[in-house]
């Protein structure tokens, strides 16, 4: 059975980058899926920040994708994600996903028990 | 993007009723419309996808039907485990959006 596990910084000074990375266990992540980024600020709802085939190939919210990179490594059967310039905006509780579908939109299958980052001085 | 609704946004009901949750999307989404449960603390779970279609080991009391703009969530009687919040997710196009969530509460 497929597990995610998100690991990071809790606190993210603003105009700093958000990092975060995801462990897989239970399926290699060049055997395929997506894998993908999903984030919920406090009290609101669930966004899309992105995600990426395991050959590299990626999908960027529009509203983040001027600040976000998301970068596999199938050596370590890991995928990360950078988000740069941040602001208090842009804390939450993030998740990582893997994600299927016969469309360019996605759904996740799979997600992680999520991480809060908190952006604050 | 495209917007996703659900009614109602909370919900009081006891083990063994039958509950059914709305989600309505700003336009036409076919049957590209996913559910999820979400407990707090855990990780969310895939409960159906393609409206209609049961994750694997996901219980048969859960069912979804609807097509187009228009969707339904069932739980034909509820166990305790299944008090938690409900997202439902369109997968038509990109970006994929998320309805604000129902919050399932025991009364």
């Known amino acids: 059975q497929v597990q995610l596990q998100e690991s990071g910084p809790g606190l993210v000074k603003p105009s700093e980058t958000l990092s975060l990375t995801c462990a897989v266990s239970?399926?290699?992540?060049?055997?395929?899926?997506?894998w993908g980024w999903i984030r919920q600020p406090p009290g609101k709802g669930l966004e899309w920040i992105g995600n990426?085939?395991?050959?590299?190939?990626?999908f960027y919210n529009p509203s983040l994708k001027s600040r976000v990179t998301i970068s596999v490594d199938t050596s370590k059967n890991q995928f990360s994600l950078n988000l740069s310039s941040v602001t208090a905006a842009d804390t939450a509780v993030y998740y990582c996903?893997?994600?299927?579908?016969?469309?360019?939109?996605?759904?996740?299958?799979?997600w992680g028990q999520g991480t809060l980052v908190t952006v604050s001085s | 993007d495209i917007q996703m609704a659900q009614s109602p946004s909370s919900l009081s009901a006891s083990v063994g009723d039958r509950v059914t949750i709305t989600c309505r999307a700003s336009?036409?989404?076919?049957?590209?419309l996913n559910w999820y449960r979400h407990k707090p603390g855990k990780a969310p779970e895939l409960l159906i996808y393609?409206?209609?279609s049961l994750e694997s080991g996901v219980p048969s009391r859960f069912s979804g039907r609807g097509s187009g703009t228009d969707f339904t969530l069932t739980i034909s009687s509820l166990q305790p485990e299944d008090f938690a919040t409900y997202y439902c997710?369109?997968?038509?196009?990109?970006?994929?959006?998320f309805g604000p969530g129902t919050n399932l509460e025991i009364k």
């Open positions: 336009q036409s989404i076919n049957r590209y």
């Open positions: 990426i085939y395991h050959f590299g190939n990626t």
């Open positions: 393609a409206t209609s």
């Open positions: 997710q369109q997968s038509y196009s990109t970006p994929p959006t």
């Open positions: 239970g399926y290699s992540i060049s055997s395929g899926y997506y």
């Open positions: 996903a893997r994600a299927r579908g016969d469309t360019s939109s996605k759904y996740p299958d799979n």
